[in-house]
């Protein structure tokens, strides 16, 4: 991606659709480390434009880190939100967290 290679198929996608295949295809991996993902959707559909494959990648990812990174019987909380600046994916787990010097590096998804 650094180096300008990575092509994106920008389509309107439904975020919130994404979402719940992505948690749907982390609750196996999850379950065998004894962990709960729950998804949330304020808003559904949620229409935005991305690229469907790199956003199941991102998300695929995100859940796969947090799921490796909580405790066993943790949570994982996955929820979508839509303001006035567009649409918000969160991944949330209850984990030891990040050095806090990483974490002000760190920008969420958020679509507009």
Known sequence: MAAG???FQ????????LGRRAVVA???HAATR????????????AWVWADPDRTNQVLANLLSNA??????EGL?????SQGAGGVRVEVRDHGPGIEEAFARDLDLFTWI
């Open 76 to 80: 994982v909380e996955v929820s979508l």
């Open 10 to 17: 920008l389509e309107e996608v439904d975020v919130a659709e």
């Open 5 to 7: 290679k990575l092509d």
């Open 34 to 45: 004894g962990v709960e993902i729950t998804f949330e959707a304020e808003t559904s559909p």
């Open 26 to 28: 982390a609750q196996g």
């Open 67 to 72: 799921v490796k990174f909580s405790p066993k």
